[in-house]
């Protein structure tokens, strides 16, 4: 099946901790996004990635990193430095960064205390 | 102005009827246009797209783009409850290349 995989679904840390979400795609698409969700919220872009090594800062990267070492992965770390970590982290993929369509994994849904 | 606008809801409509979601937009140079479902507590499902003005029709939905007006909407003939979501609209500003979300409108189905 192809499709876009994010985990863990539900992930819990404590303050001051970095975390690192995954997502994998194996839709052979080139762009990846990083969105996060806040309750009653639109998505805001986080990170995009057109290709393999190369990656963009969204709207709000501020304590946020990525890295795209191989085409079908987009990991996403979380660190200590950001304010308000918990939210719904929605990871997408389309063939190419521009017009196309963008299609979302299922999300991790991260909760900090 | 936010980029994308959409009233908020909930929008409630009786089982079969006509469901109508609307969206505007700020930025006249926009191309792609964009309708996600988003049932709670899930991901965004891609239920439309659209690109020139006029309407594109699928199974039960119509999605309209007039624009001139820029202004671009979603219809869900014969509503039914497994409907009652929250309906996203995303636009691709024309200087950007980055997806731009509406807050959504959450919509409602009654039996």
């Known amino acids: 099946d192809g499709g876009i995989t994010q985990s863990p679904k539900y992930l819990f840390r404590k303050e001051g901790q970095n975390v690192t979400l995954s997502c994998e795609q194996n839709?052979?698409?080139?762009?990846m996004y990083w969105y996060r969700q806040d309750p009653g919220q639109g998505l805001r872009l986080i990170y995009y990635s057109q290709i393999v090594n190369d990656f963009q800062k969204g709207d709000i990267a501020e304590g946020y990193s990525v890295s795209r070492e191989k085409k079908e992965s987009f990991p996403l770390t979380v660190t200590s430095a950001q304010k308000n970590p918990t939210a719904f982290y929605l990871c997408?993929?389309?063939?190419?960064?521009?017009?196309?369509?963008?299609?979302f994994g299922p999300g991790t849904r991260l909760t900090v205390t | 102005q936010k980029e994308v606008e959409q009233n908020s809801g909930p929008l409630s409509v009786p089982e079969g009827a006509i469901a109508s979601l609307n969206c505007t937009y700020s930025?006249?140079?926009?191309?792609?246009f964009f309708w996600y479902r988003q049932y709670s507590g899930k991901s965004p499902e891609l239920i439309m797209s659209i690109y020139s003005n006029g309407d594109k029709e699928d199974g039960r939905f119509t999605a309209q783009l007039n624009k001139a007006s820029q202004y671009v909407s979603l219809l869900i003939r014969d509503s039914q409850p497994s409907d009652s979501a929250t309906y996203l609209c995303a636009v691709i500003p024309g200087n950007t290349g980055k997806l731009i979300f509406g807050q959504g409108t959450t919509l409602q189905v009654k039996p």
């Open positions: 997408a993929s389309s063939i190419a960064q521009g017009g196309n369509e963008q299609y």
């Open positions: 839709l052979n698409h080139d762009a």
């Open positions: 930025d006249r140079g926009s191309q792609s």
